[in-house]
């Protein structure tokens, strides 16, 4: 199994500790951290605004962290989880992706989905339309970066959208061009994306519904031609991890929980406890499927979560 891990941004009220000055040396500090103890990744998320409730508390911006971790680190790869489609033309978004892929020495992943959050489309006046057109134009927006990414001139003429003579210089430095994380599990339209198109997939639930996804998917691949086992199957998760358990409940206390979490639900569907049950619940995925996890540790900014996994757990896999 690979690892990676988020750092923290202030999507998820994660630096309202830390002054806005001092807020990019931290999450460059974490980075490094990921770098040192032998995570394969670094994550970000694709938001504008905190996450769940609104404030004036800093969210950093995917693509412009991307941009700066790139210099900031030198092995450990640089992804989203996910950008959200919507916020950036495709033809656009094929051209940052290709210079940061470049300027990291062709270290870039890029995940991307077709976005769900209402409120936050509304507060920056983005549209919202219906599921199937976002979907849809997920999958466009997937064709042209592959075209931008590999054509010398690329064109396309779709149904969302269209280019016509598009050059995207320099390209990327991984070749075909960077692994494409498609995020998300719905299984008529989005997994079908996958299918075509993504080299890694990404989505959650229940073991049960881990698996049933993961069927689905298979399924779609056969109806495309596409060998399942070339998609790399990826989730997310939470992590509170301590020496004991009495140090688990202390750095639960001490977490800054956001307002109106169900903490039950949350602790059921997260990596919770000593490094024993972290690993029981790791291999627990591992044999759901799971080949990549990104694991988001709520400690990152102020405790040892992310180099106590490294050591005890990273290592049993």
């Known amino acids: 199994m690979e690892f990676g891990a988020f750092v923290p941004q202030g999507w998820r009220l994660d630096l309202g500790h830390i002054p806005p000055p001092m807020q990019w040396d931290t999450m460059v500090s974490i980075a490094k951290v990921a770098e040192d103890t032998g995570y394969d990744s670094v994550w970000v998320y694709d938001h504008l605004h905190t996450f769940p409730d609104v404030t004036q508390q800093s969210t950093w911006e995917a693509w412009t962290l991307m941009a700066g971790l790139a210099e900031a680190t030198e092995r450990v790869r640089l992804g989203q989880m996910c950008t959200c489609n919507s916020y950036r033309p495709p033809s656009y978004l094929a051209k940052v992706t290709a210079c940061i892929d470049m300027m990291s020495g062709g270290r870039l992943d890029v995940g991307i989905g077709a976005g769900w959050y209402e409120a936050e489309y509304q507060a920056y006046g983005y549209d919202f339309p219906r599921a199937a057109v976002r979907i849809g134009m997920l999958d466009e927006a997937v064709q042209i970066l592959r075209l931008m990414w590999t054509e010398e001139t690329a064109s396309f003429d779709g149904r969302y959208y269209a280019i016509d003579g598009a050059i995207n210089r320099p390209q990327p430095l991984q070749e075909p061009h960077p692994p494409l994380w498609i995020a998300g599990g719905g299984e008529q339209l989005t997994l079908k994306v996958v299918a075509k198109y993504g080299d890694y997939a990404n989505f959650g639930g229940t073991p049960e519904v881990f698996r049933h996804k993961v069927d689905v998917l298979h399924r779609h691949c056969e109806a495309v031609g596409r060998d399942p086992g070339s998609i790399t199957l990826s989730r997310n998760v939470d992590c509170l991890i301590a020496a004991t358990e009495q140090e688990v409940e202390a750095k639960f206390e001490e977490w800054h929980k956001p307002?109106?979490?169900?903490?039950?639900?949350?602790?059921?569907?997260?990596?919770?406890?000593?490094?024993?049950?972290?690993?029981?619940?790791?291999?627990?995925?591992?044999?759901?499927?799971?080949?990549?996890?990104?694991?988001?540790?709520?400690d990152a900014s102020w405790g040892d979560g992310m180099r106590m996994f490294a050591e005890h757990v990273m290592s049993e896999f």
């Open 259 to 298: 307002e109106g979490r169900d903490l039950d639900a949350w602790r059921r569907n997260s990596l919770v406890g000593t490094p024993e049950a972290v690993t029981a619940g790791v291999a627990q995925l591992a044999e759901q499927g799971v080949e990549y996890l990104m694991v988001y540790f709520v």
